[in-house]
Nanobody, 125 residues
Framework: QVQLVESGGGSVQAGGSLRLSCAAS????????MGWFRQAPGKEREGIAR?????????YADSAKGRFTISRDNAARNTMDLQMNNLRPEDTAVYYC?????????????????WGQGTQVTVSS
């Protein structure tokens, strides 16, 4: 099974940018569609973005459209990234990467069977 480790979180001021990465190991990375989720304090975990196994199809939550970009590298690094621009205080959350054996669109949490430990993103006003 695949193991996932997130990196790249940190603190940034509103309007700034961060790039999160998710490193995969233990299984063939290109077999999984991948996603990013986040959970803010006191709130349920929500889906942010999803990318297909080959990277040709992406899906974003409304909160991420136009500001976040999901990408993956199946060939060299076995990683998935989330470029986050124009960050807002409401983006503050723990961000998780997740892997799914299902080639579906959408951000249903139940689709994803493998999860990383999360990385904290804090955006100050």
């Amino acid at each position: 099974q695949v193991q996932l480790v997130e990196s790249g979180g940190g603190s940034v001021q509103a309007g700034g940018s961060l790039r999160l990465s998710c490193a995969a190991s233990g299984s063939t990375f290109s077999l999984y569609s991948m996603g990013w989720f986040r959970q803010a304090p006191g709130k349920e975990r929500e889906g942010i973005a999803r990318i297909s196994v080959a990277g040709g199809s992406t899906y974003y939550a409304d909160s991420a459209k136009g500001r976040f970009t999901i990408s993956r590298d199946n060939a060299a690094r076995n990683t998935m990234d989330l470029q986050m621009n124009n960050l807002r205080p409401e983006d503050t959350a723990v961000y998780y990467c997740a892997a799914s054996i299902w080639s579906r669109s959408g951000l249903a949490e139940a689709d994803f069977g493998y999860w990383g430990q999360g990385t904290q993103v804090t955006v100050s006003s």
